[in-house]
Nanobody, 125 residues
C-alpha cells in the first residue's frame, strides 16, 4: 500500500490549495478514504472522508463549507480542495485509507489503517 500526498504549500489567510493523494498497491475503489491533519503540538485530527463511489462526503465541523473532498477512481487519486484557509488550518495533512473511527459519543477519529507521509500546509500572513 502506498499513499503519496502532494499540493501543500504556504498561503495567506483566505487563500486556497488543492491537495492530491495518489494511491497504489490496493484496490482504491473498494475503500472509503479520509484526510487527516496534525497541527504543531497537537494530536492527529480527522478532517474529511468520502465513500467508495464518491457519493457521500463527511467533514469535521471546523472545515464544513470551506473544504471539499473528492476522488477519481479511474486515476486512483483522492483530492481535498481547501478554500478560505485560516491560520488554524496550518498542519501536516495526511491521506488515509478508510473512513473515520467513531466512538460511542459520536466523536470522529482518524482511521486505524494506512496513511501517507503527509504534505505541509502553512497559512500565514
Amino acid at each position: 500500500v502506498q499513499l503519496v500526498e502532494s499540493g501543500g504549500g504556504m498561503v495567506q489567510p483566505g487563500g486556497s490549495l488543492r491537495l492530491s493523494c495518489a494511491a497504489s498497491g490496493f484496490t482504491f475503489d473498494n475503500y472509503d478514504m479520509s484526510w487527516v491533519r496534525q497541527a504543531p503540538g497537537k494530536g492527529p485530527q480527522w478532517v474529511s472522508a468520502i465513500d467508495t463511489g464518491g457519493d457521500s462526503t463527511y467533514y469535521t465541523d471546523s472545515v464544513k463549507g470551506r473544504f471539499t473532498i473528492s476522488r477519481d477512481n479511474a486515476k486512483n487519486t483522492l483530492y481535498l480542495q481547501m478554500n478560505s484557509l485560516k491560520l488554524e488550518d496550518t498542519a501536516l495533512y495526511y491521506c488515509a485509507r478508510g473512513g473515520p473511527d467513531v466512538d460511542y459519543s459520536g466523536n470522529y477519529f482518524p482511521p486505524n489503517d494506512y496513511w501517507g507521509q503527509g504534505t505541509q500546509v502553512t497559512v500565514s500572513s
